[in-house]
């Protein structure tokens, strides 16, 4: 029985996390109307695409997001991945 290692786990997540936020808050700059269309403002509603500066700030928020739920994500399941793997 292998173990995962929660911290390398947590810290795939985070990385994870936080480069999908960026690539799609890009995606949403880039193209507002698709993405919009595509997701509602289900999610990307908080940027504001008049304001750059706003926008801009909005993007950096929603990496640190990613960061931080990837990484207690990965966390959740490398732990309940070991607690089966012992309890099996």
Do not use: C, D, R
Request: charged residues 5%; hydrophobic residues 55%.
């Amino acid at each position: 029985m292998e173990k995962l290692s929660e911290k390398a786990a947590a810290i795939a997540g985070a990385i994870t996390g936080a480069v999908l936020h960026g690539i799609f808050g890009l995606l949403v700059l880039g193209t507002p109307g698709g993405m919009m269309g595509a997701y509602g403002s289900m999610y990307y509603g908080m940027m504001q695409f008049n304001a750059p500066a706003f926008a801009a700030g909005a993007w950096a928020t929603s990496i640190i997001m990613g960061l931080i739920v990837g990484g207690f994500v990965g966390w959740i399941i490398a732990v309940s991945y070991n607690w089966g793997m012992k309890s099996g």
